[in-house]
C-alpha cells in the first residue's frame, strides 16, 4: 500500500497540474478586516501555571493583541464537533483557520463547501491530515503548516518511546506505586538498544533528526522513503536505505513510523503486514493512529507478536474512553503531546504569526511551509 | 562533601599501602573443592520466559554445570538477609560469594569476620558498596566487578529517564490507562531537551557513554569529575569539565549522578545542597540511593523546587512498601532494573564464569576488574 495506490496519486496529481485548475490563485488577504478562528486545547487552571504555555486557548498562540490591533477579529475555541459547535457557527464567515494537530479542528469537504470566505487553513504545528486537502485543493484554498517547528520536539519524542519498550520501564513504574518489587518480571524482557535494528518508516525532517540522535547507540540503522538521504548525510548517520518497504520490515526489531497521513498510508499496518514483522517488534508512531490497523494493532499486542507499542496519536482525537489501544498489553501510550513541547509551542507560535503577516501583505510564506498552494499537493501528501 | 572528607581518603589510602599490610597476599584458589555461593533475585514464573535470563537465581549465571563438572559445589538463594538466612547458613564456610547489586547480598564486616574461609567476592555487574570495603581489605579479600559489562545498558536507561522527566510522560500514561484526554495538564511542564544545560556529576565509564549519546541533542553538557575526561574525546563530545561541583550545579536543568557510593558521596545531596540547584531541576540517580538524602528529596519534589525525579537506585533494596520516594510528586522510579538487560545479564554473566576461571588457576583477573586488591581499594572507591 506504502508504494502501491499509484491510482489515487496520478489523480491527485492530474487535478492539481495549474492550467487544469482554473480555482487556483495567488493568496493575499482581501483588503479590511479578517475574521481569524483559531481551535486549540483548554488549559483551564494549567494556563496560569507557565507563561509561555502559548498553544493552548487560553493564550491563543499570544497573538491577539497584535491581531487585534490591526482590526482583526480573532475568535478562539476548543469547540470544534457537531453542527452546534462554536467552530461550526463561524465557518460561514471566516477567512482563516488555525487549528493543531493536538486537538484537530476537523476540515471535511463539507465544511469547506460552507465556507465562503475561506483563504487560508493554517496549522500550528505540522501535519496536514485533519483537512481534506484534496477539497482544499479544488476549492483553491492555501494550506500551511509551521514546517520545523516541532520535529526536535517529536524527534526526540520518539527515542523516548523506543527506550521506553526496549528497557520495559512502564511495570517497572507501576511496581513503584503499586508497593511491589519484582525486578524479574521487568528484566526477563528488558534490553539495551545497542545491537538492535531500527528500521523508519519515512525518513524526513523528523525521521533523519531520529537517526542521527540513534546514531551514537551502535545499531543497524535502516530507512524507507521515496527519496534517499542525501549522500553525505546518510553516510555520518550511517542508516541503510531500503527501496522496499516489506522487505525492511521484517529486519526490525524497532519499527518507528515517520510519515504523514496519506491515502497511501492509511491503514498501512494491517492485519497481514503486521504478520509478518519480527515476533517481538516494537513499534513507535507519533505519526498518525491511521497509519495503523487499530484492531490488528490490539490485537497482536495482545498475541505477543508486537512485543510493545508506544506513540502519541490516535484515531480519532481525543481518543475516546473505550479505544482499545487505552487497554491493550504492554503499551505506553500517552495523549498526542510530543509536537506541544513549551519550546515548540514558542516555535508553531511564532511561524504562525510570521505566515499571517505575509498574508496580510500579500507575500509568500517560506515554501517548505506549503501543504496546498495554486490547488497543488506537498509532494509528501501525494 | 564530594570534594572534602579527605581525612577518610587518606586514612584509607595509608591503611591500604602493600608494605603496610601485612594480610595483603595474591588471589589464588587453593586447591581442592569451592563452596561458591550465588546470591541473586528469584524469578518465578519469569524464569522459563526467556532461555538468556541468566541473571536469576533460578538460572544463577548459567554456571553450574560447569561448576559441578570440576568438583566445586555452587549455592544459589535470594535469601540474603537476617541471622536466619540461607546465605547466613554458609557464611562461615564458602570461598567465594557471588552477588548483584539489584538483589544485593550485603557483606558487612561482621559476615566478614565470620567467613573464615572467604577469600573473593564477585559483583555480577558494576558497584560494590553492598560490601564493606575497608574491612574486605584488611581482611585480604579480593573484591572484583564485571567492569563494563552494564556501562550500555545502564547509559541508556539514564538517557530514557531525562527525555521522561524533560517530556512529562508519566502524568500522560496514566491519563492513558485513567481513560482521559488532558493535553494540557502535559504540556504545560513538557520540553524538548534541546539546548538544555545537562551535567553530570561523575563521567566515568558510564557517565562518558551517556555524553556521547546526548551529544546529538544539542544540549550544553558539562561534567565533574575527580579526573578529566582525555582531550580528544573531551573534543568529540563538546562537554565542559566543572572543577567545582557546586560551581556546576545550580548551572543544571538537568543532573545526572554518574558517581559510586562512598564515604565521599554518601548524603552528598543534601538538603543545603538540593536548595541551591536551579528551582525546577530533574535529577536522574541510577548510580545509588544513598548519595541522595532520601527526605531531602521527598521535600524538594513536594515543593516543587525538584521538578521531577527518576532512577532505580534505592536506600535501602528492595525498597519498603512504605519507602516515601515510592509516593512523592513527579518521580518517574523503578525498581533497579537498568543494569540487568538481557544483554547486560548475557555479559556479566560471561564476566564472572571468565574471573572464577581464572582465580581457580591463579591467574590475574582484567585489571579494571578489581575493586580490592592485595588491601587495596580501587581509586574510584577511595
Known amino acids: 500500500m506504502w508504494r502501491a495506490a499509484s491510482k489515487q496519486v496520478i489523480r491527485t496529481v492530474g487535478s492539481c497540474l495549474p492550467d487544469l485548475s482554473p480555482l487556483a490563485k495567488q493568496l ?72 493543531t494537530p493536538f486537538h484537530p479542528a476537523y476540515v471535511t469537504a463539507e465544511r469547506i463547501k460552507k465556507a465562503k470566505n475561506l483563504q487560508l487553513l493554517l496549522t500550528a504545528g505540522i501535519g496536514s491530515d485533519h483537512i481534506d486537502l ?42 513503584v506505586i503499586n508497593g511491589e518489587w519484582n525486578v524479574a518480571a521487568i528484566a526477563y524482557r528488558a534490553y539495551d538498544l545497542e545491537g538492535k535494528t531500527v528500521g523508519t518508516v519515512g525518513a524526513g525532517r523528523i525521521g533523519k533528526l531520529l537517526l542521527q540522535r540513534l546514531k551514537p547507540f551502535n545499531c543497524n540503522l535502516l530507512y524507507h522513503d521515496r527519496l534517499k538521504i542525501d549522500p553525505a548525510l546518510e553516510k555520518e548517520i550511517g542508516a541503510k536505505f531500503e527501496e522496499d518497504l516489506d522487505v525492511m520490515l521484517p529486519k526490525c526489531d524497532i519499527i518507528v513510523i515517520n510519515t504523514p497521513l496519506t491515502e497511501k498510508t492509511r491503514g498501512l499496518f494491517d492485519k497481514e503486514r503486521i504478520s509478518k514483522l519480527k515476533k517481538g517488534v516494537l513499534i513507535v508512531n507519533n505519526a498518525r493512529g491511521a497509519i495503523m490497523d487499530t484492531q490488528a494493532v490490539v490485537d497482536a499486542c495482545s498475541s505477543g507478536h508486537i512485543a510493545g507499542y508506544s506513540g502519541d496519536v490516535w484515531n480519532p482525537q481525543p481518543a475516546p474512553k473505550d479505544h482499545p489501544w487505552r487497554y491493550m498489553p504492554n503499551h505506553a501510550m500517552t495523549p498526542h503531546i510530543s509536537g506541544t513541547t513549551i519550546d515548540g509551542q514558542l516555535r508553531y507560535a511564532a511561524g504562525v504569526k510570521d505566515m499571517l503577516d505575509k498574508y496580510f501583505k500579500g507575500e509568500d510564506f517560506p515554501q517548505q511551509n506549503y501543504i496546498v498552494k495554486e490547488g497543488k499537493l506537498a509532494s509528501q501528501y501525494l
Open 134 to 175: 484534496k477539497a482544499a485543493a479544488d476549492t483553491g484554498l492555501t494550506v500551511a503548516e509551521v514546517t520545523g517547528s516541532n520535529v526536535v520536539s517529536v524527534a526526540e519524542d520518539e527515542l523516548m518511546r523506543i527506550l521506553i519498550l526496549v528497557r520495559n520501564f512502564v511495570p517497572g513504574y507501576q511496581q
Open 28 to 99: 493575499h488577504a482581501s483588503p479590511g478586516s479578517k475574521k481569524i478562528v483559531g481551535v486549540f486545547y483548554k488549559a483551564n487552571e494549567y494556563a496560569a501555571k507557565n507563561p509561555n504555555f502559548l498553544g493552548c486557548a487560553e493564550r491563543s498562540l499570544g497573538i491577539r493583541e497584535w491581531l487585534e490591533s490591526q482590526g482583526h477579529q480573532y475568535i478562539v475555541t476548543d469547540d470544534k464537533e457537531g453542527p452546534n459547535s462554536e467552530l461550526e457557527k463561524h465557518i460561514p464567515d471566516l477567512h482563516v483557520l488555525i487549528t
